[in-house]
């Protein structure tokens, strides 16, 4: 749940050296700080997503080319 709320992944939960519940005091204290590996592991996670609808809509386009009449 934290992860979620700070936009990152469980493992930059872990690689910014989270291991222990928080608060919801302090994960809004570390929203407001925005430390590096916070901002970091933003970016990382909407490059994640970026890549995952790019691979979903190739699959797609696939699929629908897969479909059409054979010669």
């Not at 608060?23 to 590996?37: C, F, N, R, V």
């Amino acid at each position: 749940m934290v992860a979620a709320k700070l936009g990152i992944s469980i493992s930059g939960l872990a690689r910014g050296g989270i291991t222990d519940a928080l608060t919801t005091e302090q994960i809004e204290a570390l929203k407001k700080d925005s430390p590096d590996w916070l901002q970091q592991e933003r970016a990382t996670q909407a490059e994640v997503r970026k890549e995952a609808v790019r691979i979903k809509e190739k699959n797609a386009a696939r699929a629908g080319q897969s479909h059409g009449p054979r010669s």
